[in-house]
């Protein structure tokens, strides 16, 4: 396994860009606790941003990571728990 | 008409099918865009012109001479697992000063998609005429794949609904796929109708999308059309295409569809250094029933 290269408040914080970037939302009312529906992100475009995020941090996720714990901490904790992110 | 008979007449629209190993699909999709099928489309009022990506055994124009359609048959090298290069080649051939790309030819059109799409493009001088994506089955394809869906469960299916005489009824045993609805925002379609010119603008298909099946290539044709200067969306109301089950790339990848999924968003987001979103205005309905905009 490589080291991983980002930390979790930067994903994070990118994670919330993304979002409120693709459904036109203040970054400021996207939780990070609430499922992606909650605020409109379906299932494809959850698919659609782990690719992106791929290409963004040179990583490749388990895309069953999207939707185990479909939020952006849960997607957080998982990428963590693979070692994909510090 | 065969490949080889010469073509007096211009037809109103093009539409170029493309196939890969689709000897059940492609028959029901030429039909269902054939004369006898179609509302409002007397022979000649279309050309069907179906690109063959290199299947082992290709269809011929002469197996579908009943349909009485104006089909040519082209057979493209195969090697290439993306459709785009092919596609383009066909718009190429197109002689219809109103062309439409039918990126999978394992889709069979609603009774009045032809006609309705070709009244919806003479409403603006550049006009980008969407019909919604649905996959035959009370679910999508992706997860019928999971439960073992198959040919013979689709043709049971087809059956309940004595299709292919009542064709309309294709929506009771299908469902709408990608963000297909009205207030969605659209991702792509498989029916897309341009101008020759706009078609010629555009570039036509980007040929860097090599992925199977084309990857993001439809969705990014569709996006560019809607996101140029001066062009209006068209969707259209009350037609669709329907997705037959065939063991393609994306619509029935099963478990790996997700990774496929990912896959067809990589290759976008190094192409043009943003994500896949659909388009943000609803554009314009024209109700196919009405046949008027709503």
């Known amino acids: ?86 | 008409m065969s490949a080889e008979t010469p073509r007096l007449t211009t037809p109103q629209a093009s539409i170029v099918v493309i196939c890969y190993e689709m000897a059940r699909a492609l028959p029901r999709t030429l039909l269902s865009l054939s004369p006898q099928y179609q509302r409002d489309c007397p022979p000649g009022m279309i050309e069907v012109i179906v690109i063959d990506n290199g299947s082992r055994d290709p269809p011929r124009a002469e197996d579908f001479a009943h349909l009485g359609l104006d089909l040519r048959v082209v057979h493209w090298p195969p090697g290439d697992k993306s459709p785009v290069k092919a596609l383009n080649h066909g718009l190429r051939l197109a002689r219809a000063p109103l062309i439409c790309a039918w990126i999978d030819g394992a889709r069979m059109a609603s009774p009045g998609l032809v006609s309705a799409s070709i009244a919806a493009a003479r409403l603006h001088p550049r006009p980008v005429v969407a019909t919604p994506n649905y996959h035959i089955g009370h679910e999508t394809q992706i997860a019928l794949a999971l439960k073992g869906h198959d040919e013979a469960a689709e043709d049971r299916l087809l059956d309940s609904i004595g299709w292919p005489a009542n064709p309309e009824r294709l929506f009771e045993i299908s469902t709408a796929v990608w963000r297909s609805g009205e207030s969605e925002r659209m991702l792509e379609t498989n029916a897309l109708f341009m101008t020759r010119a706009m078609w010629d603008e555009f570039g036509g298909y980007d040929e860097r999308f090599t992925s199977a099946g084309g990857g993001a290539a439809n969705c990014d044709i569709f996006l560019r059309a809607c996101e140029a200067e001066g062009t209006q969306l068209i969707r259209i109301r009350g037609e669709a295409t329907f997705h037959q089950v065939h063991g393609g790339t994306t619509s029935n990848a099963g478990e790996s569809g997700l990774d496929v999924g990912m896959a067809i968003s990589r290759e976008y987001y190094r192409l043009r250094r943003k994500p896949i979103v659909g388009v943000r205005s609803p554009g314009w309905i024209f109700d196919s029933g009405t046949g008027a905009l709503v």
């Open chain 1, 1 to 86: 396994m490589t080291t991983p290269l980002t930390d979790a408040e930067t994903l994070r914080a990118w994670l919330k860009s993304y979002i409120s970037a693709v459904l036109d939302l203040e970054a400021d009312t996207v939780s990070t606790a609430v499922p992606f529906d909650s605020y409109g992100l379906d299932s494809v475009e959850a698919v659609i941003m782990a690719g992106v995020m791929e290409e963004e941090f040179s990583i490749r996720i388990d895309p069953t990571m999207v939707f185990e714990d479909p939020s952006i901490d849960g997607l957080v904790k998982a990428l963590q728990g693979a070692g994909l992110v510090r």
